[in-house]
């Protein structure tokens, strides 16, 4: 190719390339892409290397070199030529985002990160998107590892880049955000604190968060140490070097920036309590966990030892079909039988137990024969501190005759105590019944039990014996502030409620936002806002800001409150879609399913009074009857789709491609079940349904561009139903 020498040069270096070495051999890039481009990676990889021998310099085929040897998974080989790149050109800004790669491989996430943010450094205003590729991947690497803050800068950072197409750094982000294990006070970077005015200080200190601004990381670092051994104790300064920690990626240093803020006292007592929450879920160890261990019962008749189980009133034993289910890592033997251990006596002729009243299971007790490395036991694994003396005296009891070992001890989360099942014989009707009395369940059950937990940050104490304990109020409201940011508390009003009785901590005062200050609410605050004097548009983008963060209960809060006021009587007119948009947001986050099909129901009629197209809406319910055996609403939504929109090539091609991903059907439109209905059969898990935050109702709808058809079909008018020869 002819090569423009006033061009700058691919290596990545911003040298023109008549001023770079790479001038020799760059002539013959041409050659190399095309050959990419049609697909012949190796070939291309090799002819690099042939390059490379020829010209030692040619950093433009390492840069090349590197991004293939990430799209080929060549770990070792990528470290190897990030190497090389940085030996030839020490501060060139591909060269330093490919080590941050190899490093994310190699499990050196604070490393990889160092290495970007100095590949950031030297990109100056023109940022290579393969720098903004690695920032994903150091993300997701961050987040495996458990540092969710730095995880979240670094999405970010991809998804404000300009111009960088941040499908896959947004989906990141959403899942990450939307993930039940992530609480909500880690789902936003804590805002950086303005300093005093008039301090002397101060121009220093602005400085430091220009450079933290502009990406200058390591540098703002320095700064903001150096103002701390001068202004001591400056929540400016040490906000600062939180903001530093984080993107660097050091969850040690983040921890203790935000322990050292939280005693800050000229803070507000609810952020320093929020700030001590944050130390403590960034790592909860010896903080917010509890003791875990395992209880082993040996015995030397495996029969006696199972009849017994069988006849204690304190144990139920699962059934073949649910032992079958049962995990097991693999080259382990699977259990002879497995049963749950109860809190209580179990009433095996008790058919109408209320929630309430129903026994929990403490543990699952799993019971194995003799093998050649040991004897015949029951295991009991993961059972917190404050359980294990009753359980092992169960066990005791049914098997007098074994011998109850004790395995060490293991730090657990807080929130991991919190997996509680009712024991319950009577099978129910319906799935919509077991939903129901599984959430009524947990309602009365999680809060007081979370209570329950002795945590090392109230010395040993938990919640329910530190209460009076004046000398741990400040760390009983930190407990409760971390609570509040757990959704699955938050979306159980009674355990809530149940916390605060308990614990003797207030409630945090409601919010009420203005036009103004709607829009920097954060999603841990969403639990506590009061939504009465709020327009249809802010109300909107509350709830689609509350469910893009996982926050379902208060997206079902604001979505309830926009349809009320958007369909009142004497509500002025608008535009009826953002009332459509409130009964769509308010379907996918309610909990029960068989609410959602009601509000569903309600929001097709308001569709058709006011000539709205409802195609996400029958979606979502066919969805939902499928998630709860509902055989006759399936049929009925399959009826109502055909009616509605069976001349609808898009909304077909959905409904089969939804089929398809279901399991209901096969890619070739052949039925996977015999009998053509959906797969139904008692729960036994927390909710039988897709949780709200996992329903996919409402992501599609028939205004974007048609969803390929499963078979490859065009148009996809032809849809297969359940039944259908």
Same mark, same amino acid.
């Given at each position: ?52 021998? #020829?010209?030692? %310099?040619? *950093?433009?085929? /390492?840069?090349?070199?590197? +991004?293939? @040897? $990430?799209?080929?998974?060549?770990? !070792? =080989? ?124 101060? #121009?220093?200190? %602005?400085? *430091?968060?220009? /450079?933290?601004?502009?990406? +200058?990381? @390591? $540098?703002?670092?320095?700064?903001? !140490? =150096? ?147 040991? =004897? ?350």
């Amino acid at each position: 190719m002819s090569v423009d020498l006033y061009a700058v040069c691919p290596c990545g270096n911003g040298k023109k390339i008549k001023f770079c070495k790479c001038k020799e051999s760059v002539d013959q890039m041409d050659k190399v892409l095309t050959m990419i481009e049609g697909g012949q990676m190796v070939p291309g990889l090799d002819r690099l290397k042939s390059i490379l021998d #020829e010209h030692p %310099d040619a *950093a433009w085929a /390492l840069a090349i070199r590197g +991004r293939l @040897l $990430l799209d080929l998974r060549e770990y !070792e =080989s990528l470290s190897e030529n990030a190497d090389r790149f940085i030996r030839l050109q020490p501060s060139n800004p591909l060269a330093l985002t490919q080590r941050a790669a190899a490093l994310v491989f190699n499990q050196d996430v604070q490393g990889a990160t160092d290495a970007l943010l100095e590949a950031l450094n030297e990109s100056g205003q023109e940022v290579d998107a393969f720098l903004m590729d690695v920032a994903l991947i150091v993300a997701m690497g961050l987040a495996q590892a458990g540092v969710i803050l730095s995880a979240r800068v670094y999405a970010l950072l991809a998804i404000s880049s300009q111009g960088y197409e941040a499908e896959q750094a947004n989906a990141f982000l959403s899942q990450m955000d939307t993930s039940p294990g992530v609480n909500h006070l880690l789902k936003s970077i804590p805002q950086l604190i303005e300093r005093p005015a008039d301090v002397p200080w101060g #121009e220093r200190c %602005d400085e *430091a968060v220009g /450079l933290l601004r502009s990406n +200058r990381v @390591l $540098l703002a670092q320095d700064k903001f !140490e =150096s103002l701390r051994r001068s202004a001591p104790g400056q929540p400016a300064i040490l906000s600062g070097l939180l903001h530093c920690a984080v993107w660097r990626g050091n969850l040690e240093r983040q921890t203790e920036m935000a322990n050292q803020l939280s005693e800050v006292e000229s803070l507000d007592a609810i952020e320093r309590q929020r700030y001590r929450a944050i130390a403590g879920l960034l790592s909860p160890i010896g903080t917010l966990s509890i003791n875990s261990q395992t209880v082993r019962v040996e015995f030397e008749d495996i029969d006696q030892a199972e009849m017994a189980l069988i006849a204690s009133d304190r144990t139920e034993q699962l059934s073949a079909d649910r032992l079958s289910q049962i995990q097991v890592p693999e080259g382990e033997v699977r259990p002879r039988s497995a049963f749950f251990i109860s809190d209580q006596a179990i009433d095996s002729d008790a058919t109408d137990v209320a929630p309430a009243d129903c026994p929990a299971s403490l543990s699952l007790l799993t019971v194995y024969g003799r093998q050649t490395d040991r =004897s015949a036991q029951a295991v009991a694994y993961d059972v917190t501190e404050d359980r294990v003396a009753e359980i092992r005296d169960v066990l005791m009891a049914a098997i007098p005759t074994g011998n109850a070992v004790l395995e060490d001890p293991q730090p657990i989360p807080m929130t991991f105590a919190l997996d509680d099942r009712p024991i319950r014989h009577s099978q129910p009707n319906s799935m919509a019944e077991l939903a129901k009395f599984n959430r009524d369940f947990a309602a009365t059950h999680d809060g007081k039990r979370v209570c329950q937990l002795p945590l090392p940050i109230l010395d040993g104490k938990s919640l329910a014996t530190a209460a009076d304990d004046d000398s741990l109020s400040f760390q009983r409201a930190v407990v409760v502030r971390v609570l509040e940011g757990h959704e699955r508390i938050i979306s159980l009003e009674q355990a809530l409620a149940d916390v605060y009785e308990i614990s003797k901590v207030d409630p945090l005062p409601m919010l009420e936002p203005t036009d103004e200050t709607v829009s920097d609410l954060l999603c841990a605050d969403f639990f506590r806002v009061n939504p009465d004097k709020l327009s249809p548009m802010q109300l909107y983008v509350l709830a689609s800001n509350a469910r893009s963060t996982g926050g379902m209960t208060a997206c079902n809060r604001f979505a309830k409150k926009l349809v009320e006021v958007a369909t009142a009587e004497d509500a002025p007119e608008g535009d009826p879609r953002i009332a459509m948009e409130g009964y769509v947001l308010s379907m996918l986050s309610t909990a029960e399913p068989s609410e959602s099909i009601e509000i569903g129901d309600k929001a097709i009629a308001y569709a058709k009074k006011n000539g709205l197209n409802h195609a996400t809406i029958l979606l979502s319910r066919l969805e939902l009857c499928l998630s709860m055996a509902d055989q006759d609403g399936f049929r009925q939504t399959i009826m109502d789709i055909e009616k509605d929109y069976g001349n609808d090539p898009t909304v077909m091609a959905r409904v089969q491609q939804l089929l398809v991903q279901l399991g209901i059907i096969r890619p070739d439109g052949s039925l996977r079940q015999q009998g053509g209905a959906p797969a139904g059969g008692p729960a036994t898990e927390f909710t039988p349904a897709a949780p709200p935050e996992q329903r996919g109702g409402g992501v599609w709808t028939p205004d974007q561009p048609n969803p390929p058809g499963p078979s490859g079909d065009e148009g996809g008018s032809k849809l297969w139903v359940p039944g259908m020869d």
